[in-house]
């Protein structure tokens, strides 16, 4: 049935008109921005505004090795963008403590240049994405460009570290277990930044990680090398279905689970590998229940990176489930009930996060 044509007729709010206008032109800014932030954190030119700053645009030239007229240009945008500040008296610019801690200190639980090289690199799928809407064929998480996965252990890392431990103590016991020496499987574990945190805060513990992506466990098994852990954290290509092993006191899944082709299926093989009194600790982004409650500036990045990245990696796989982003803890509640679980509880969570622990 065809479907009417809206009229032409229909007033325009002009207030709504220009309001969307300007939303399209922070946005402009923003998409130009993201090329720029990148080439800052790759350049150093963040990183010796924190050290040296506050420079002139010659200083800073000279002290990356870079072009002077081209960093000019850069700093007046970030400047314009809120990145940078800078002193018109002086024409220095310079980064305040909290924009260090943003864009120059990689330790920090919010730096961000991580998060723009994973977002202008899964951009990069826009020709095979734009033909995945067409006939809703899939694309796998290892079709990406190799800057995803760095730019995803950079953003979410130092997010982890921060939070894993305060999350683990929410978890019914679990600390005690792992203090005392318990196994842990982390399954989606990408370059294995969590797993290899684990590893250090439970040094009697056993760890595993999980992850189909052959080329992130090379780089996972590096990672534990350089962090000293090798001896007790094992690294295998598996899928979140087929991963072996049982007993494990604790299951860990970050941001990955609405990813699965087949959450129920993965929710059953949790099942059969957790041990009795374990859990399985489910880190997903932050969102509620209803999509009407989402539409908000986290919401539209959540939204945006599931369509981009996590739907087409789900639908690429068996049964292309599609649970999205932004499922929610009802959805997810569901789901991991489905595949047998008797327990589901929100264990913790943060502004960008939600904490599920799951036990038989």
Not at 71 to 78: P, S, Y
Not at 206 to 232: F, K, L, P, Q
Not at 275 to 283: C, E, K, N, Q, T
Request: proline residues 5%.
């Amino acid at each position: 049935m065809a479907t009417e044509p809206r009229p032409k007729t229909d007033p325009i709010d002009e207030q709504k008109l220009t309001e969307l206008v300007e939303t399209s032109l922070v946005d402009l800014g923003a998409t130009v921005h993201t090329a720029l932030v990148n080439i800052g954190d790759e350049l150093g030119l963040y990183a010796a505004l924190d050290e040296a700053g506050p420079l002139t645009a010659a200083e800073l030239a000279a002290e990356t090795d870079t072009a002077e007229r081209y960093v000019l240009e850069w700093l007046r945008a970030q400047a314009a963008g809120g990145y940078v500040t800078y002193d018109p008296e002086t024409e220095r610019y310079g980064l305040s403590p909290e924009q260090a801690y943003v864009l120059a200190d990689e330790e920090s639980p919010v730096f961000m240049p991580g998060a723009f090289q994973l977002v202008a690199s899964v951009s990069k799928i826009e020709p095979e994405l734009r033909e995945a809407f067409r006939t809703g064929e899939g694309i796998g998480w290892h079709e990406h460009d190799e800057d995803v996965f760095h730019g995803t252990e950079r953003f979410f890392g130092p997010s982890y570290g921060a939070n894993l431990l305060d999350w683990i103590e929410s978890l019914d016991g679990v600390d005690e277990t792992l203090t005392a020496g318990g196994r842990i499987v982390d399954v989606g574990c990408g370059h294995g930044a969590p797993t290899i945190r684990m590893a250090e805060a439970y040094p009697d513990s056993t760890v595993v990680g999980i992850d189909y992506h052959a080329s992130s466990i090379a780089v996972a098994r590096e990672r534990a090398e350089d962090a000293g852990v090798a001896d007790r954290v094992d690294f295998e290509v598996a899928t979140a279905r087929e991963y072996s092993g049982t007993d494990y006191d604790l299951v860990t899944m970050f941001n990955c689970f609405h990813d699965m082709g087949d959450p129920v299926g993965v929710a059953a093989h949790v099942r059969e590998t957790l041990a009795d009194d374990g859990s399985w600790m489910i880190v997903e982004p932050y969102a509620e229940d209803r999509v009407e409650d989402n539409l908000t500036p986290f919401g539209r990045l959540a939204y945006s990176i599931s369509t981009v990245a996590c739907t087409p990696n789900s639908l690429s796989q068996d049964v292309g489930y599609g649970l999205g982003a932004q499922a929610g803890e009802e959805r997810t509640r569901e789901v991991v009930t489905e595949g047998g679980f008797g327990q589901f509880r929100r264990a913790a969570e943060t502004p960008t996060s939600l904490v599920f622990e799951a036990k038989p």
